[in-house]
């Protein structure tokens, strides 16, 4: 089995940062590809929020990402791009509203950890897409890593039931194995329940399967 596949940690309900910022921007042209790979989503768009997916794209450029979008073969709420990019270091890609159902899971995935094991996830989740090869030549940037927990914790704040944080190849072990175990997990998860990397702040993962009262699995 894909390490990922293992990979999810649910979000305290009392302990929501107070700083919801997020640094994005739309990106261009985005919007001529909505009607073709989004749909309306079936739950309210603030309160059927219950999760957020992580993938990676197997690719090496915001560009490549996107193209499957217009294609109308799938889509995703945010797009963090690579450090090739001009926007890496600066601000996410915004590339769905978040009020929309992005096509980022198949529609028959599920997992019982997952709201119970409903499927139709995309109807009550958000995606963020980590631009990367997926090979040990592409490790995930510090600040890749970072934009991700930062844009997790944006929806944290925003979304009341939001609970689940759960990687792609977990859903669909199958079929997938983004962001595979080159994401460094434990230091993303440090950095979405506490806000502090889990390098400088060790006592929140080593050796402590509860991190805290937080629901943790893998």
Known sequence: MNVSAQWQFDLPGHARPG??????????DIQSAWPKCTSPRVYDPIDGIRAVV???????????AVSVMHAGKASFHWLVPDENEDAHGKFAWACV???????????SASHP????GENRINHFSLGIEIVNAQDKKDPFSDWQV??????????????????????????DPDRRKDPTELFPWERFRSLVLTGSDARLVAAQTDGDDDAGGYAVYG
């Open 19 to 28: 700083d919801g910022d997020l640094a994005e921007r739309w990106y261009p």
């Open 54 to 64: 992580i993938h990676g794209t197997q690719g090496s450029s915001s560009s490549g």
């Open 97 to 107: 509203p978040e009020a929309r159902a992005a096509w980022h899971v198949r529609n």
């Open 113 to 116: 950890e997952v709201w119970n």
């Open 146 to 171: 970072e934009m991700t927990a930062r844009i997790v914790r944006y929806c944290w704040l925003k979304y009341p039931n939001l609970k689940h944080v759960v990687a792609h190849a977990r859903l």
